[in-house]
C-alpha cells in the first residue's frame, strides 16, 4: 500500500501543504512531458486549497483542470463542483479556458456521463479499453469513507473498466456524475485533504479496518493507488492509532 499521511493542527495548515505538494508534482510533470492533467473535487476543505493554488501565482498555461464529480446541477448553482473551483481558482488564477474540461451538469445526468467520457477520449486520445492517467488527482472523502461519488453500497465501486458514469447518490442533489475506481486507480498521483471531526471515524476505518471498497469506498485508491498522499487535520486523525 503506498499510502503516505501527515496530520496538521488545522484545515487550513492542511490546505497549504497540499497544494505546496500539488504544485510540485505539477512542477515535476511539466518537466518532461507538454501538458499536466488534474481532477479535483468538490466541496468546503477543496475551497481552502483551491484558494491557496490561486495565491501561487503559478503558470498554469499547460496545466488542463478535470473534476472526480459533479453534482446533476447547472454550472451556475450553488451546489455546482465546477462553480466552486471557477469562483475560488479558476478565474483568480487565470487558468485558461481551452484548458478547462467541466463536466455538462445541465444536462440529463446519463448524457452528462457520456459527454464527459467522450471528452477525456478525445484529449487523452484513448483507444477503446484504455483509461486515462492523470497526473494528479485530489479527492476528499466524505465521513460515510465515500469519495468522487462513489458512495458506500455503489455497484459501480467494482467498476475497474468504465471512466465516468451517472451515480443515484444517497443525499440530495441526488443525480451525480462520477469518474470510475479503473481511472482513480490509474492516476499518477492521488491526493487527499480531508479534514473535520466528523470524518474522524471513517479516516480510522479507511486507514485500520480490513480491506471493504463497497463499504469503505476511499479504501480503493488507499489500498492500491500507485502514488497516494493523504493530507489532514488534528480532528481527523484524532482516532488513527499511532502505536
Known sequence: MSLHWRSYPTAQVAAEASARHILTLLDNALAGQDRATMAVSGGGTPRLLFQELAKARYDWQRVHLF?????????????SNYRLAEEFLIHPAHIPRRNIHRVASELMAERAAEHYVADIRKFFELEDGELPHFDIVQQGMGPDAHTASLFPGEPLIED???????VLAPKAPQWRITLLPGVLLAARHTVFLVAGDDKAEAVRAVFQDDYDPRRLPAQIVSHHGRSVYWFLDDSATRLISRE
Open 67 to 79: 473534476w472526480v464529480d459533479e453534482r446533476a446541477v447547472p454550472p451556475t448553482d450553488p451546489e
Open 160 to 166: 475497474r473498466e468504465g471512466i465516468a458514469a451517472a
